[in-house]
């Protein structure tokens, strides 16, 4: 079953969207209030967007649906396809286009999209239709890709656990991330990719899964884009992006860059 019908105009899907907010919220038992308090957001947050007066960023989408304890593609499909025991793969594409979220991960994806290195290696531009990591992935062979997903997957579980602590929260947006690659995962490599919880990560085969400057670009964005799903990082997963940063080779000029448009981005929360 798909994810939302393909007739379906612009203002049905977003009118899906805010009612599956209300609904998933009363379903969950909370009120308006007790979820602003409970995420620590300004009073009439979630009003305003439940009546479509302020546009839902992605990262209060990834905690709206670890709060209510459903896939955050559940917010795209209509009351007549939803089943409580329907597993159907996260999917924002139609978040996207409706332009509820801001970017296509967060309003940090607006800087991603306009790394001088990855525009010029992989041609995002300014954020055109097509997702960053299917353009990512273009540019790769079967081999590379699966040692860049594998590899990306083990970063994002050692920058998540680097504080000492896994939240839900940080799982939702990494496999949000991920479902994008549509790698298939064999039992061994969810074994290896589980290990980066215990031990600091840092990828030895460098050549096959960061083959171009761009891919350490966009390595050391998702780092940060993951560690402040809950707020400011701890200070060890802020160590560890950067000894990530300098274990790829990141060219000092490039980690400033980053750095600097992180602290832009989050400019409301630093």
């Known amino acids: ?44 947050t979630l009003y305003d967007i439940e009546k479509n007066r302020q546009k839902l960023p992605f990262v209060l989408a990834v905690q709206l649906s670890a ?3 459903i896939d955050i593609g559940e917010l795209v499909r209509g009351a007549s396809e939803m089943k409580d ?17 801001s970017g296509a991960f967060h309003p940090l994806t607006e800087y991603i999209a ?16 097509q997702p960053i990591m299917d353009l990512l992935l273009a540019k790769l062979t079967d081999v590379q890709k699966q040692y860049f997903v594998l590899d990306l997957y083990r970063y994002i579980n050692s920058v998540i656990s680097s504080d ?21 995962l064999t039992d061994s490599e969810k074994q290896s990719i589980s290990r980066a919880f215990r031990k600091l990560f840092f990828g030895k085969s460098m050549s096959k899964s960061l083959p171009r400057d761009a891919y350490k670009h966009f390595l050391i964005w ?8 809950d707020g400011q990082p701890h200070f060890k997963t802020l160590d560890y992006i950067q000894q990530v940063a300098q274990h790829i080779q990141l060219p000092v000029s490039a980690w400033r860059f980053i750095e600097d448009k992180v602290a832009q ?6």
Do not use: C, W
């Not at 981005?265 to 630093?270: F, K, N, R």
């Open 265 to 270: 981005a989050y400019q409301d929360e630093i």
């Open 222 to 229: 998702t780092l940060h884009l993951v560690s402040r799903i």
């Open 114 to 129: 306009q790394d001088p290195v990855i525009v010029a290696e992989i041609g995002v531009g300014e954020m055109g239709a």
């Open 164 to 184: 000492g602590e896994i939240k839900n929260s940080e799982l939702s947006l990494r496999d949000t991330i991920l479902a994008q690659a549509k790698i298939e």
């Open 1 to 44: 079953m798909g994810v939302i019908s393909e007739g379906a105009s612009m203002e049905e899907l977003e009118q899906t969207v805010l009612n599956n907010l209300v609904r998933f919220r009363k379903k969950a038992g909370l009120s308006q209030k007790q979820v602003e308090q409970q995420l620590a957001l300004r009073t009439n």
């Open 85 to 101: 025991t329907e597993t159907a793969p996260n999917n924002v594409a139609p978040l996207e286009s409706l332009g509820v979220l």
């Open 67 to 69: 709060l209510y304890h």
